[in-house]
C-alpha cells in the first residue's frame, strides 16, 4: 500500500510550498498551523496560488457553477495539504483529519453546499484513504476575502505529539 | 440524581441512531466523530430526519418564524445527541459539551440569532445538566445545504480518553 | 522584557471584568470557557460594552466602514483578552494563541475582512508579541446577535494544563 506522499506523486498534485516564500505575509499577522500535542490547527485556506490568483471568484449560485466551486475546493484542499506539510515535515506524518468547516461563498438560495465540502474531502481520501475522512460542515457564507469562493479550516491529527 | 440517559428516557427524546443505518451515505465521505484525547469532534448536525426529511427549510427573518427556528435547533441538538452516543457508546459517557457553533441561516437584518443558539442549549442542558453548558457562538449564514435553517457543530469531552 | 500583563498597563487597554457580573445572563445558558488539558477554549466574543451597547451595529460593505470595523474588531479582541484572564487567571498564564475564527458581518460584496480579522490580531501580538500570533480564518457573515458587525471565536493554550 503506498503512503500518502507516494499518493501525491501518483495523482500527479502540485502541492505549493508554504515555506518559500513564508506563509503570511499580504494575509497580515498570522501563522500557517499551530500544534498541541496530537492536534494540528491549520489557518484557514482558500483557492489562491502564492502569488494571490483567485480560482473562480464570486459566488455560488450566481456568477461560480457548482463545477468551478468543486474545482476552488479542490484547489483549496490542495493548498492545506501544502500546510500540513509545513505543520509536520510530511504527509506520511499525518494521523489523519479531524475536522473540515468549509465556507463557500454562495447566494441565498443555492442549496448545494455539501458538493462543494465533497470535493474537499475527495482530495483527501485520495491523498491519505480511509484516514483522510474528516467530520465535516460545509455553511455559506456572503463573501469571502478577496472573493474566493471556498475557504476551508481544518484540523488534523499528527502520528507523532508536538515536541 | 438521574444520569443523562435516564433523562432523556425521563424527557420522551426520540434520538436517532447514527449506527442504523451508518451516519455518511447521501452527504459523502464524511465521518460522524474524531476523538483526539478526552476531546470529541461531530461533523456538522442539521435538523433533517435520519431520511432526509428537513425541519422548517429556509431562513429565519423571512420565511422560518423565532419559534420554528427554535424547534430546528432542538432537532439538530437531539441529532447531536444521537452522534455524541455513536461516538462514546452512551451520554453517561460524556464529561460534558466544551463548544457549540451554531450557524442559522438569516437575512440581513435578523438580530436574534442568540435565541435559536440558547434553544440548542436548552437541550443540552436537559440531558447533561450544568456539564451540557457550553461555550457558544451563534453566526448568521446566507445559506446551508438542503435549505436547512440550522446547523450545529459540536465539540465534546468524553468522561475516559481514547483508547 | 515585559510580560502581557505588563503590556496591557503599558498599553492603557481597559479590560472587562467578565467575573463581575458573571459572564452569560442576558446570553442565556452558556460558559465562557472550557479547558481540556492545556487547550483554552473561549465563548463567541463581540464588540459589545459588559452592559450591552454594540460598537459599529451593521455591516461592512453598508453602513460600517473598514476603519469602524476594525474598531470593532480590537474592542471585541480586547474582551476576548477578559475571557483569557477568566478562564486561566493571569493574562501572564497564556502560552499563546491557538486559533482565530473571525466572523465579519458583510454585505456579498465586501471583499477586505483580511482586514478586520488583522485589528483583532493585532491587539493580541501587542499584548502576547510573537505568542499572539495565530492561526486565523476571516469569514463572512449576512448577520450576528444584536447586529453586532464582528464576533471572535478563539482557541488559546494555556501554560499549564486544566488541573
New interface residues.
Partial sequence: MSTAEQRVTELGLVIPDYADPPYGGR????????R????V????MTAESRDGVVLHPG?L?ADVSVEQGCEAARRAATNVLGMLRLAVGSLDEVA????L?C?V???????????V??AA??VF?DVFGPAG???????????????NCV?L?V?A?AASPAS
Avoid: M, Y
Fill in positions: 494575509f497580515g499577522t498570522v501563522k500557517a498551523f499551530h498541541v500535542g496530537s492536534l490547527f491549520l489557518g484557514g459566488h449560485g489523519g483529519l479531524v475536522q468547516l465556507h461563498a454562495a447566494t441565498s438560495d443555492f442549496d448545494a453546499h455539501h458538493l465540502g465533497q474531502s475527495d481520501v475522512v474528516a467530520t465535516r460542515a460545509t455553511v455559506g457564507v456572503p463573501s469571502l476575502a478577496g472573493r475557504e479550516v484540523t491529527e
